[in-house]
């Protein structure tokens, strides 16, 4: 009797091991009820939801249901709907595209618009997925720079991780100065990125405070990076951290912060047209400037969006204004187990002195001054980890007034 019943108490052990649902999975383990909490706390419920050609799904969320206001400090915070103020001949220039030496003209857009729009007093913010979350490192980590992520010049030394960690740079810094914004034309490419794991990226980089502790930053231009969207197509995206890429901050719509206020442009949408070898150039205009009244920093792309902006109380240092300004491109090289450098192309994988129509740019670079009004930087300077993989060839004047063509193959015979 005792053996039928020990017999009995074993198979009922095992039809519930067998039945019961598990807890973990994924290729890191992460939980399921911790994958869903995420999800839910990341999309939310829409009026519309568009399917994009490119397989996206952009959902159309209410302006005041966004990610942006679960913010602690944003609880009570009241949308701003539009920007106080413009730096000025801040709408002057060209539309989005280049036309400059006889290519051709063209706006440059999101793929999702093709099916449809969001409705008024909506934002659009792309769906993030089970699978998404499955190619980050763990849950908590979905949608943030490594801590590591941010150049660092000699001036802020020890300066020996990046090397460590991977992250290369190449761009054009002004530094030491007191400034309320940015502006750049970026030239818009399709890099190839060889590891999952590894992203190519172009932007504007707005800084205040301490590179090894407490850092600010806003971030905003082009990228392609396969770990974060599960494909190779170059995306919009922006990105904020309060304190040097430790626990604050994300990209685009991936945490509470930036509040975004347009209904035509996702954050993280991919963009189009794009560059092509010796064929049309493409380039977007990027702004990032703080409004005086409200201390706000809005984004604007290309000179018809005004996206939304990063509220001031986010910050320390940039609450005031920023001490540095980056423009240029930034690459994961994780290299093989030989030691080998990867050969994640930056731009459009070309050096910056094969020049127009082969080498990736930035033109118009300005800086939003004391009186907030735009103008070309003073004192611009040049900054790479390693020449050989990537490098940078600034340029002034004309139509294009401060300027620098940037990028490279990466591996290569002089960068092994």
């Given at each position: 009797m005792a053996t039928r019943v020990s017999f009995l108490l074993a198979l009922v052990m095992t039809v519930v091991v067998i039945l019961t649902p598990p807890v973990v999975s994924g290729e890191n383990g992460f939980s399921e009820l911790k994958i869903h909490t995420h999800l839910k706390r990341l999309n939310k419920p829409a009026l519309k939801s568009i399917k994009s050609p490119d397989g996206d799904i952009i959902d159309c969320v209410p302006v005041t249901d966004q990610p942006a206001l679960a913010h602690p400090l944003l609880v009570n915070h009241t949308v701003q709907m539009f920007p106080s103020f413009n730096p000025e001949s801040v709408f002057s220039q060209s539309k989005v595209s280049s036309n400059t030496k006889n290519h051709q003209s063209g706006v440059i857009s999101q793929l999702w618009h093709v099916n449809g729009k969001c409705p008024e007093n909506t934002v659009p913010i792309r769906r993030t997925t089970k699978q998404d979350l499955y190619r980050a490192s763990s849950v908590e980590k979905f949608g943030m720079k490594s801590q590591k992520s941010m150049p660092k010049r000699k001036s802020y030394e020890p300066a020996s991780v990046l090397t460590q960690n991977g992250h290369q740079h190449a761009i054009m810094y002004v530094e030491d100065g007191i400034f309320y914004g940015a502006k750049a034309k970026i030239n818009v490419w399709k890099p190839n990125v060889e590891m999952p794991n590894e992203?190519?990226?172009?932007?504007?980089?707005?800084?205040?405070?301490?590179?090894?502790?407490?850092?600010?930053?806003?971030?905003?231009?082009?990228?392609?990076?396969?770990?974060?969207?599960?494909?190779?197509?170059?995306?919009?995206?922006?990105?904020?951290?309060?304190?040097?890429?430790?626990?604050?901050?994300?990209?685009?719509?991936?945490?509470?912060?930036?509040?975004?206020?347009?209904?035509?442009?996702?954050?993280?949408?991919?963009?189009?047209?794009?560059?092509?070898?010796?064929?049309?150039?493409?380039?977007?205009?990027?702004?990032?400037?703080?409004?005086?009244?409200?201390?706000?920093?809005?984004?604007?792309?290309?000179?018809?969006?005004?996206?939304?902006?990063w509220p001031a109380s986010l910050f320390s240092y940039l609450s005031e204004s920023a001490s540095m300004i980056e423009w240029g491109g930034e690459v994961v090289n994780s290299q093989s187990e030989e030691g080998q450098h990867t050969t994640t192309q930056m731009g459009s994988g070309r050096f910056a002195e094969e020049g127009w129509g082969k080498a990736s740019y930035f033109k118009n670079i300005q800086v939003v001054d004391g009186s907030n009004e735009l103008r070309s930087p003073e004192n611009l300077q040049v900054f790479t980890d390693q020449e050989n993989c990537y490098n940078v060839k600034s340029g002034s004047g004309g139509s294009w007034g401060s300027h620098f063509y940037y990028g490279g193959p990466g591996r290569n015979p002089n960068c092994p």
């Open positions: 992203f190519s990226l172009a932007q504007i980089w707005v800084l205040g405070g301490n590179f090894n502790s407490d850092l600010n930053s806003i971030e905003a231009g082009w990228q392609v990076s396969p770990q974060l969207y599960g494909d190779s197509r170059t995306r919009l995206f922006t990105y904020w951290t309060s304190d040097a890429y430790q626990g604050t901050g994300c990209y685009n719509l991936l945490c509470s912060g930036f509040v975004q206020i347009n209904r035509e442009i996702a954050m993280g949408g991919s963009i189009s047209p794009l560059s092509r070898f010796g064929n049309s150039q493409y380039d977007i205009t990027i702004l990032i400037w703080k409004d005086p009244k409200e201390g706000h920093w809005w984004l604007q792309f290309g000179e018809k969006y005004i996206i939304g902006y």
